[in-house]
């Protein structure tokens, strides 16, 4: 159904925004996701895992459970179209999906693709929208079954549901680290930061490094197979990717598994090219690798025991490199060991859709 334009009057439902009840951004985006946790579920199906984690998680269906996760991308929200072609957005929208499902060490099968579009814009630009969500299909095995399309006033919007699937006793959560587990990442981080400064003008670098980093940010790969590899291992307790920030994104290890977390500075993988990108512009480095967000690497944990044979395993199979960045420990806050071996705690200063 569309409401005509002439019932579409000054706020009268909604209004709480103009009184002085509280607004969304004061409960923040993850205040938010927990307000709305409660009284979700009133049906007697198979769920292990509802709001929370990185898929929600129903099953099991013989040895395999079902995954599903949603994303979606706004327009000037997640990307502006002068500063990205429509086959990367068309990419990405599909791409943060399939990192979801990687977090939870599964393999992506279906994908469901909504979109609101305006009525003036040119069909070619949505086709080579589809071209980019198309191709990631075809790349990663992922077949393209349905969706939904609307008209938008002015802006696009493209909302990814992705169905995957994992062995039911493979699947890692959010919730499973312990103190004393050593936490990995799976590649360099703040390289997506960096590429947005230099999208926005708030940066610049020599054209290779400005390409790269400018690339990490447009076209980010899901580490599918590294998730697989992980979980397949069963060596690992906890896994999340990184779309918001390494300490925004630890953070949610963290409450999943009432744990803390301490990093070290000196072990967080950087690029050449961001090191050399903050250095010339002046920006904070490990402002943009702490917070930067939209790396969709993958954050997991080892416990201790299981080090040893995690290292042989990572060796056998030329997979990684994997960064040790730290080890979970008791209590509730991440600190991290600074260069000069003071060790100080840090907020998850990452993103968040809904802070001031
Ligand atoms: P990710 O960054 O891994 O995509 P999010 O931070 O977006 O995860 O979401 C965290 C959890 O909250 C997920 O389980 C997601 O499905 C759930 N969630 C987010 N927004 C909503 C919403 N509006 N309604 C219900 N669940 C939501
Ligand atoms: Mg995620």
Redo the contacts with the bound molecule.
């Keep these: 159904m569309m409401i005509p334009l002439a019932h579409r009057g000054p706020l009268c439902y909604f209004s709480a925004m103009a009184s002085k009840r509280p607004t969304m951004a004061d409960l923040g985006?993850?205040g938010?996701?927990r307000s709305?946790q409660n009284n979700?579920r009133f049906s007697p199906a198979k769920v292990i895992q509802?709001?929370?984690?990185?898929?929600?998680v129903m099953g099991p269906y013989g040895e395999k459970v079902l995954l599903v996760?949603?994303?979606l991308l706004l327009e000037d929200i997640h990307f502006i179209r002068y500063l990205i072609p429509p086959t990367h957005v068309g990419e990405k929208a599909l791409n943060?999906n399939l990192s979801?499902i990687a977090?939870m060490g599964g393999t992506a099968l279906h994908a469901f693709v909504s979109l609101a579009v305006p009525k003036a814009l040119c069909p070619d630009i949505v086709h080579a929208l589809y071209r980019g969500i198309k191709n990631m299909c075809k790349k990663y095995g992922v077949d393209l079954l349905g969706g939904d399309t609307t008209a938008s006033p002015d802006r696009m919007l493209i909302n990814i549901t992705v169905i995957g699937e994992a062995i039911e006793n493979e699947v890692l959560f959010r919730s499973g680290a312990r103190p004393g587990d050593h936490i990995y990442v799976t590649g360099p981080l703040g390289d997506s930061a960096g590429g947005l400064a230099i999208l926005l003008g708030k940066a610049t670098a020599p054209d290779t490094a400005a390409s790269a980093l400018v690339k990490a940010h447009n076209r980010p790969r899901p580490f599918l197979e590294i998730g697989r590899m992980i979980a397949r291992s069963h060596l690992a307790s906890a896994m999340?990717?990184v779309?918001?920030g390494l300490v925004s994104?630890l953070k949610?290890i963290c409450d999943a598994s009432h744990a803390g977390a301490r990093i070290s500075e000196r072990a967080l993988p950087v690029s050449k090219n961001l090191k050399a990108l903050a250095t010339s512009n002046d920006l904070d480095l490990f402002d943009l690798v702490l917070n930067g967000g939209e790396d969709y690497g993958l954050i997991f944990t080892v416990p201790e025991k299981n080090g040893a044979l995690f290292s042989e395993m990572v060796e056998e199979g030329k997979k990684g490199p994997f960064f040790h960045i730290g080890n979970m420990v008791k209590g509730n806050t991440i600190e991290i060991i600074k260069t000069d071996n003071t060790i100080t705690p840090i907020a998850a200063g990452g993103f968040d859709h809904f802070m001031k």
């Design positions: 985006e993850f938010f996701i709305i979700c509802g709001i929370g984690d990185d898929c929600a996760t949603t994303d943060v979801d977090a999340i990717d779309s918001d994104d949610h």
